[in-house]
């Protein structure tokens, strides 16, 4: 009998399993793949503040109260103010805790707006704070660096005593077990490989990532075998459901044209299995796509018009709250405004100011104008709008209402969702409804003692999203779920003893 069984070992299943085994509980982690989920393939970013150890050795100035009064302007409805409160005065040691876990972070800031620092940044303005505060934590590794972060809180789960089972997919649970299937022998190195090869790949080659896909499922129907793992507690960390297009149809069907965000074991099933104990959910319906401007930082200084010519948003916001906006807008289409100025100061710093996978993006945007382009080009506002599609009286009146002179030739760059060339990720918010004093399922009456975690639970980024606030709610509701579990199997094995 294992004390604590967690489904899923990404970020939130691994900060469940560490806490639970220092708690003294026998901890079983089991993951569907090899572990990692889409916390590997992320930037590996935490949103932590109110005075993190590494903002003081910058000089930003920061406290839970300015943190928590910016994000409840973001969070909404998706947690109550005492809980987001709790996460907010406990920013700085989860950081605190992290590093002690092996997660390294940063002091040097990035001085430009940006969707992410390069390799020399790991501290840098996440959000839409005003005034602008750096609150995004990047873990230390080079290019996108969640799989630094994941490799230390599963190096650190496993140390903690935590067992971990790759290659089982949890399909029910019953009363006090968790039934599985897991694969064993030869099949096992030729699931992991497809699965390896299907993720990353995907996320640029969907069509390419399903069909490899395929294959990894099939190899799970033909070989793999039952097994039943008994637990005093469970807890769900199974990732989002961006990958069930069932449940996208159902809950999100507006959020179309987007980049999935994560991997195909973010596919719902950690919520259906909660569903099916007897949880419930919510905010299902709530879905991050995000349509950064920047980098170069000098896009800020355009111009964010709708087809009717009007002004979307603050160019300065953060892409998740940009995305929206467009997607709320008149057919989804947007586009930048940029005069000759803003397009060669944008031009000199898309080396120094991008990695790799955004650097191709940026020059989609300010590459040669034409048909079948991301830009088009004309001497005039009136004249690039007519070209564009844009009403032109709209325009003229939007520039003239914002201040912006400028000299032409003006450009308008395509930046609706599922504008070609450039792909707005998406990944969902909602999940599993839970006591967020404890992390136990809301709703749970007839299979015992069950906990969710991550983006199997609602939690503080379910309302809207900034960069980093999914993973620092993983390590929150994770840490939360594993201490809490553990005190409940622990506390009923000593009544048994006893």
């Known amino acids: 009998m294992w004390d604590v069984v967690v489904v899923g070992f990404g970020a939130a299943g691994a900060c469940a399993a560490i806490e639970a085994a220092e708690a003294g509980a026998r901890v079983l982690v089991i993951d569907r793949f090899g572990g990692g989920g889409a916390t590997a393939i992320s930037g590996g970013v935490v949103y932590a503040g109110g005075g993190t150890r590494f903002q003081r050795a910058a000089k930003i100035k920061d406290n839970p109260r300015l ?25 700085a040691e989860m950081l605190d805790w992290l590093t002690g876990h092996g997660v390294p972070f940063g002091s040097s800031v990035c001085p430009v707006k940006t969707s992410y620092p ?7 303005v996440s959000g839409s704070e005003d005034p602008p505060v750096p609150r995004g934590h990047r873990t230390r590794a080079r290019g996108t660096s969640g799989h630094a972060l994941h490799r230390a809180l599963a190096e650190a789960a496993r140390a903690a005593g935590a067992e971990v089972r790759t290659q ?38 969907p069509g390419l990532g399903r069909a490899l896909h395929r294959q990894v499922t099939r190899i799970e129907d033909r070989h793999a075998t039952a097994e039943t793992i008994p637990a005093r507690a469970v807890v769900l960390a199974a990732g989002g459901f961006v990958f069930n297009r069932e ?26 299995l909660g569903v099916e104990a007897g949880g419930v959910t919510a905010h299902l ?10 980098p170069p930082s000098a896009l800020t200084g355009g111009l964010l018009v709708d087809r009717d010519g009007r002004r979307v948003c603050d160019e300065w916001r953060y892409g998740a709250a940009i995305g929206d906006a467009v997607l709320r807008g008149p057919g989804g289409r947007a586009w930048l405004l940029v005069d000759a100025a803003v397009l060669a100061a944008a031009r000199r710093q898309v080396r120094r100011e991008t990695l790799w996978f955004q650097r191709w993006q940026a020059w989609w945007m300010l590459g040669p104008a034409g048909p079948g382009m991301g830009r088009v080009s004309a001497p005039t506002v009136a004249a690039v709008a007519r070209k564009a599609g844009v009403d032109p ?23 609706s969702i599922g504008a070609r060339g450039l792909p707005a990720p998406m990944l ?30 609602a939690g503080i980024c379910s309302g ?14 994770g840490r939360r779920a594993g201490r809490h579990s553990a005190a409940h199997a622990r506390g009923g094995a000593d009544a048994q003893r006893r």
């Open 67 to 91: 943190m928590y009064e910016y994000l409840r302007t973001e969070t909404r409805d998706a947690v109550s103010p005492a809980t987001l409160r709790r996460f907010c005065e406990q920013s």
């Open 118 to 124: 390069t390799n020399r940044h790991h501290l840098y």
């Open 168 to 205: 089982t997919r949890a399909i029910r649970l019953d009363g006090g077990v968790v039934e599985c299937r897991t694969l064993t022998g030869w099949p096992r190195l030729a699931h992991r490989l497809l699965h390896r090869l299907s993720v990353k790949p995907g996320l640029y080659l």
């Open 247 to 272: 449940m996208m149809r159902e809950h999100a069907p507006a959020y179309r044209g987007g980049l999935r965000l994560g991997t195909p074991g973010d596919d719902g099933s950690g919520i259906l």
């Open 285 to 294: 319906d709530r879905v991050t796509v995000w349509r950064f401007l920047t």
């Open 393 to 415: 009286a709209g325009l003229a009146a939007t520039v003239s209402a914002a201040g912006r002179g400028g000299r032409g030739p003006w450009s308008l760059i395509d930046v």
């Open 428 to 457: 969902t918010l909602g999940g599993l409804a839970v006591n967020e004093e404890t992390g136990e399922l809301a709703g749970n009456a007839r299979n015992g003692a069950v906990y969710a975690a991550g983006r199997n639970a």
């Open 464 to 477: 809207a999203y900034v960069s980093g606030l999914s993973l620092a709610d993983c390590v929150f509701s």
